[in-house]
């Protein structure tokens, strides 16, 4: 979603917020800003509908620079896409405002500054922060306790970085709901939504906690708690190895993210599974203790990491014995719910800032959960830092906006999860040393996998004129099949329907004919013979068919099917193996038919609105 870059420096910092932005590209945005403050207080403001780029060349046509700058990318909320919504908002050519979030009572607030005189000029919820900041202004002694009175009228969520041309030597920075990050630099410091956008010029970070508000100069960052109390944040080296500019060779960053898996996965693994079991303390300090008294498990999260909470309730069910519930966030968290005894609530998020899971894990807190974990991938994020206890999947950043690295590393985390939890709850030796090998194998059957995409290439060719499909499996397989539809839909805009392949003569072969494909996951495992009798249910209908199956399955190709055989592989990981064909038929699917694959239209990377 919308991104934040700010500077103050001695030198120019143009071009180091719009690198900055165009790090931040990849989360999803439709217009881009920038404002810059040079030392004699001129305030030049350059603003875009589309890319990155466009705003860049009108920065290099004007010549604009400045030594204290902010700049944004919108992700449309609160009014069009317009120039006049992008960020930075202005207060009378004064004040200069980027803002993540929603400010919930912008209406309430708006009415207020109509009428002590401000004028609106757009129709977002950002502008009323630049005029409520002037209006404080005007009764506090700086900049800093403006936006600290300011900040106490606003409801809903804000990051939010505010410049006063009056006085070009500092910003000041708001967090609630939406992340900021200081970047320090030599004589210069910095300020981003993502650590990312500030990686090539710096490396350490301090992580803004709610409520917080600072002050950051060249030389000084001052901070202030929710209650306006000096406080001490903790500065953190990162580890974060990214280049943005960098897709490998690739040509776009989804496919590279999607060969990448071998390795990421061998990187997950590294250290933390041994040949007899798992490491020790790898959940993090005092986790063996708590694992041990888990009985039962409530998973949260949202979209594909939604789809890792559904695979991993088969694990824990089967092999770990423990009972397990997946709920989706944004429904979680607006319900009553029960907790377990001996309930562990563990959240799944790629980026560690879904405003949803963020929301569902601070209200589970009052809930009574023994306590709660986060399998995240990104360090430092608002999940890691608000849960006891945080297992990092390790995929190295994700750009492309549909998620796949990030998928199969969580999945490898649960197989993880699954043999601590077994242990204490009686897993079956059989099944413990079949879960290790199995996870051993993992990183080379990917590898294998990976071979099968020329074939899906050509198949892919079958699917660009079609506007509907179904995905079918069974088991630990029905949540691969709903991660294969929501990856055709998001990137290939194909209408996309995942069922577990039993309820299909409850409703879903009413919709089959030679126009719908559909698609089926099929591994050699105990639920083998029902999956082929819906296939014969299809079959019967008219239905195309296109099979993924182990070699093992015997499903041969003819003038209905097509069978695409997937290397053999032990039965825990057949969830992780499955997910990688299907990644890369939407891929070539949306290769097909010129979608913009990394940034899908209407989709932002890292969702942090409600
Ligand atoms: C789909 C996708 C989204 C995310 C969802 C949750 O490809 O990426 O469905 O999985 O927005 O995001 P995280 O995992 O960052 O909490």
Redesign the pocket.
Same mark, same amino acid.
């Given at each position: 979603m919308c991104g934040i870059v700010g500077a103050v420096a001695e030198r120019n910092v143009v071009e180091i917020l719009l690198e900055g932005l165009k790090r931040l590209e990849y989360r999803g945005y439709d217009s881009a800003g920038v404002a810059l403050l040079d030392s004699d207080g001129n305030l030049t403001r350059l603003r875009r509908t589309g890319k990155v780029q466009e705003l860049a060349d009108a920065v290099a046509n004007e010549s604009a620079l400045g030594a204290t700058g902010i700049a944004h990318t919108r992700w449309a909320t609160h009014g069009g896409v317009t120039e006049a919504n992008a960020h930075p908002h202005f207060s009378s050519d004064r004040i200069a405002v980027v803002h993540n979030g929603i400010i919930e009572n912008y209406l309430e607030l708006r009415k207020q500054l109509d009428n002590a005189g401000y004028t609106f000029t757009s129709d977002t919820d950002t502008e009323t922060i630049a005029h409520q900041v002037h209006e404080e202004l005007k009764s506090s002694d700086d900049l800093l306790s403006a936006v600290q009175k300011a900040v106490k009228k606003f409801h809903g969520a804000y990051g939010t970085v505010v410049m006063d041309r009056e006085d070009p030597s500092r910003v000041v920075v708001a967090r609630s709901g939406s992340p900021l990050v200081i970047g320090l630099g030599l004589g210069e410091n910095f300020i981003a939504s993502d650590q990312l956008a500030l990686l090539p010029v710096t490396r350490r970070f301090i992580f803004l906690e709610e409520g917080d508000v600072a002050e950051i100069t060249r030389r000084t960052v001052k901070i202030v708690d929710i209650d306006g109390n000096p406080v001490e944040r903790d500065i953190v080296d990162s580890v974060v190895e990214h280049d943005a500019g960098d897709k490998g060779g690739y040509r776009h960053y989804m496919l590279k993210e999607i060969h990448e898996q071998p390795t990421v996965v061998r990187n997950a693994l590294k250290g933390r599974l041994l040949d007899n079991g798992l490491a020790e303390g790898i959940f993090g300090q005092g986790a063996d203790e708590l694992l041990a008294k888990v009985q039962h498990v409530q998973i949260i999260?949202?979209?594909?990491?939604y789809h890792a909470g559904m695979t991993a309730r088969y694990w824990l069910e089967q092999y770990a014995n423990v009972s397990c519930n997946v709920e989706i966030a944004s429904e979680f968290r607006y319900r009553k719910s029960f907790v377990q005894p001996n309930s562990l609530l563990v959240t799944?998020?790629?980026?560690? @800032?879904?405003a949803d899971?963020l929301a569902a894990l601070r209200l589970a807190k009052e809930l009574g959960y023994m306590g709660s974990l986060t399998v995240c991938n990104v360090p430092g994020s608002s999940l890691v830092r608000e849960s006891d206890l945080a297992f990092m999947t390790k995929a190295g950043a994700e750009i492309g906006?549909?998620?796949t690295k990030?998928f199969t590393t969580q999945l490898t985390a649960f197989l993880m999860l699954t043999l601590a939890l077994g242990q204490h709850n009686g897993l079956s030796e059989e099944d413990g040393k079949s879960i290790i090998s199995a996870l051993q194998s993992l990183p080379a059957k990917l590898e294998e996998t990976l071979l099968l995409s020329e074939g899906i290439e050509d198949l892919a060719e079958e699917f660009a004129d079609k506007h509907h499909s179904l995905f079918l499996g069974r088991g630990d397989q029905y949540p691969i099949a709903m991660e294969g539809a929501?990856?055709l839909k @998001?990137i290939s805009y194909i209408h996309a329907e995942a069922y577990a392949s039993g309820e299909l003569k409850h409703g879903p072969l009413a919709l089959i004919d030679d126009e719908m494909p559909v698609i089926v996951v099929a591994p050699n495992n105990e639920l083998l013979e029902k999956l082929k009798s819906n296939v014969e249910e299809v079959r019967a209908r008219g239905g195309i068919m296109y099979v993924f199956a182990d070699k093992q399955a015997n499903f041969q190709s003819d003038e209905t099917m097509r069978v695409i055989n997937v290397p053999h592989c032990e039965a825990p990981i057949a969830p992780i193996i499955y997910t990688v064909p299907l990644q890369l038929l939407s891929y070539y699917v949306a290769l097909i038919k010129g979608t913009d694959v990394d940034q899908p239209r209407n989709l932002a990377?890292?969702?942090t609105v409600e």
């Amino acid at each position: 979603m919308c991104g934040i870059v700010g500077a103050v420096a001695e030198r120019n910092v143009v071009e180091i917020l719009l690198e900055g932005l165009k790090r931040l590209e990849y989360r999803g945005y439709d217009s881009a800003g920038v404002a810059l403050l040079d030392s004699d207080g001129n305030l030049t403001r350059l603003r875009r509908t589309g890319k990155v780029q466009e705003l860049a060349d009108a920065v290099a046509n004007e010549s604009a620079l400045g030594a204290t700058g902010i700049a944004h990318t919108r992700w449309a909320t609160h009014g069009g896409v317009t120039e006049a919504n992008a960020h930075p908002h202005f207060s009378s050519d004064r004040i200069a405002v980027v803002h993540n979030g929603i400010i919930e009572n912008y209406l309430e607030l708006r009415k207020q500054l109509d009428n002590a005189g401000y004028t609106f000029t757009s129709d977002t919820d950002t502008e009323t922060i630049a005029h409520q900041v002037h209006e404080e202004l005007k009764s506090s002694d700086d900049l800093l306790s403006a936006v600290q009175k300011a900040v106490k009228k606003f409801h809903g969520a804000y990051g939010t970085v505010v410049m006063d041309r009056e006085d070009p030597s500092r910003v000041v920075v708001a967090r609630s709901g939406s992340p900021l990050v200081i970047g320090l630099g030599l004589g210069e410091n910095f300020i981003a939504s993502d650590q990312l956008a500030l990686l090539p010029v710096t490396r350490r970070f301090i992580f803004l906690e709610e409520g917080d508000v600072a002050e950051i100069t060249r030389r000084t960052v001052k901070i202030v708690d929710i209650d306006g109390n000096p406080v001490e944040r903790d500065i953190v080296d990162s580890v974060v190895e990214h280049d943005a500019g960098d897709k490998g060779g690739y040509r776009h960053y989804m496919l590279k993210e999607i060969h990448e898996q071998p390795t990421v996965v061998r990187n997950a693994l590294k250290g933390r599974l041994l040949d007899n079991g798992l490491a020790e303390g790898i959940f993090g300090q005092g986790a063996d203790e708590l694992l041990a008294k888990v009985q039962h498990v409530q998973i949260i999260a949202c979209g594909t990491s939604y789809h890792a909470g559904m695979t991993a309730r088969y694990w824990l069910e089967q092999y770990a014995n423990v009972s397990c519930n997946v709920e989706i966030a944004s429904e979680f968290r607006y319900r009553k719910s029960f907790v377990q005894p001996n309930s562990l609530l563990v959240t799944i998020s790629q980026s560690g @800032e879904t405003a949803d899971t963020l929301a569902a894990l601070r209200l589970a807190k009052e809930l009574g959960y023994m306590g709660s974990l986060t399998v995240c991938n990104v360090p430092g994020s608002s999940l890691v830092r608000e849960s006891d206890l945080a297992f990092m999947t390790k995929a190295g950043a994700e750009i492309g906006v549909a998620s796949t690295k990030a998928f199969t590393t969580q999945l490898t985390a649960f197989l993880m999860l699954t043999l601590a939890l077994g242990q204490h709850n009686g897993l079956s030796e059989e099944d413990g040393k079949s879960i290790i090998s199995a996870l051993q194998s993992l990183p080379a059957k990917l590898e294998e996998t990976l071979l099968l995409s020329e074939g899906i290439e050509d198949l892919a060719e079958e699917f660009a004129d079609k506007h509907h499909s179904l995905f079918l499996g069974r088991g630990d397989q029905y949540p691969i099949a709903m991660e294969g539809a929501l990856k055709l839909k @998001e990137i290939s805009y194909i209408h996309a329907e995942a069922y577990a392949s039993g309820e299909l003569k409850h409703g879903p072969l009413a919709l089959i004919d030679d126009e719908m494909p559909v698609i089926v996951v099929a591994p050699n495992n105990e639920l083998l013979e029902k999956l082929k009798s819906n296939v014969e249910e299809v079959r019967a209908r008219g239905g195309i068919m296109y099979v993924f199956a182990d070699k093992q399955a015997n499903f041969q190709s003819d003038e209905t099917m097509r069978v695409i055989n997937v290397p053999h592989c032990e039965a825990p990981i057949a969830p992780i193996i499955y997910t990688v064909p299907l990644q890369l038929l939407s891929y070539y699917v949306a290769l097909i038919k010129g979608t913009d694959v990394d940034q899908p239209r209407n989709l932002a990377k890292s969702v942090t609105v409600e």
